[in-house]
């Protein structure tokens, strides 16, 4: 079965320095999305993205944050700056739209020190 | 994407069947009912979806009043591997996919 994969799986970084996660959606899937969830809590939508610009995006997406899709196959989530608070899991997901539903990579763990 | 009210925990016993509610009183016309659930550490993964009446799969069940302003996912005989959170979504996933958020979820903990 196709999936979502995410690189790295763990990356950890010090306050005030630029992060790239990456992504590889599943090929036919024209929708991506990124998550985040820090430990213990809910999974928190971070931004949406389709025909290579962002779609919606929510509150804690700031300026800080940025998505691209460089080649036509990755997906990569930048957050410069960094502060502590961005220490968390973030999920990559892209959509089949019939029946509508998420595929989620296995997540890359953000440490923030 | 409609809001969402689900239990924020249940526990269980192995072999027991379980049943998690979802309150969306202003699901609309074109919203689906999509469910998903989350191991520690994991991605969300999806379970099943419906629209209306009974949906049934190799892993679950879904129940959908005539009014659609609730819905029961239905596990039956659980293990201790399905402890896990469990989340519903619900909208027109296949027309507006933009704002895919997901509510708070249930923690479903599956005792021996």
């Known amino acids: 079965e196709p999936e979502v994969t995410q690189t790295p799986s763990h990356q950890v970084t010090q306050m005030g320095q630029e992060v790239i996660l990456r992504c590889v959606p599943i090929?036919?899937?024209?929708?991506f999305y990124w998550y985040r969830q820090i430990l213990g809590q809910k999974v928190e939508f971070l931004v949406s993205?389709?025909?290579?610009?962002?779609?919606?995006k929510s509150e804690i997406f700031d300026d800080r944050f940025s998505v691209e899709r460089p080649d036509g196959s990755n997906f990569t989530l930048k957050i410069r700056s960094t502060k502590l608070e961005d220490s968390a899991m973030y999920f990559c997901?892209?959509?089949?739209?019939?029946?509508?539903?998420?595929?989620f990579g296995e997540g890359s763990r953000l440490t923030v020190l | 994407l409609a809001k969402t009210t689900q239990p924020i925990s249940m526990d269980s016993y192995e072999g027991q069947e379980v049943n998690i509610t979802c309150s969306h009183n202003n699901i609309a016309t074109n919203d689906y009912i999509t469910w998903y659930q989350q191991f520690p550490s994991q991605g969300p993964r999806f379970i099943i979806q419906?629209?209306?009446t009974k949906v049934t799969n190799e892993v679950a069940s879904l129940f959908i009043p005539a009014d659609r302003k609730s819905s029961t996912l239905s596990l039956p005989r659980v293990s201790l591997s399905d402890t896990a959170v469990y989340y519903c979504l619900v909208g027109d996933i296949r027309e507006n996919n933009n704002d895919m958020r997901f509510g708070a979820g249930t923690r479903l903990t599956v005792k021996p």
């Open positions: 419906g629209y209306k």
């Open positions: 090929s036919n899937h024209l929708y």
């Open positions: 993205f389709y025909n290579n610009e962002i779609s919606e």
């Open positions: 997901a892209s959509i089949r739209l019939d029946p509508g539903e998420l595929f």
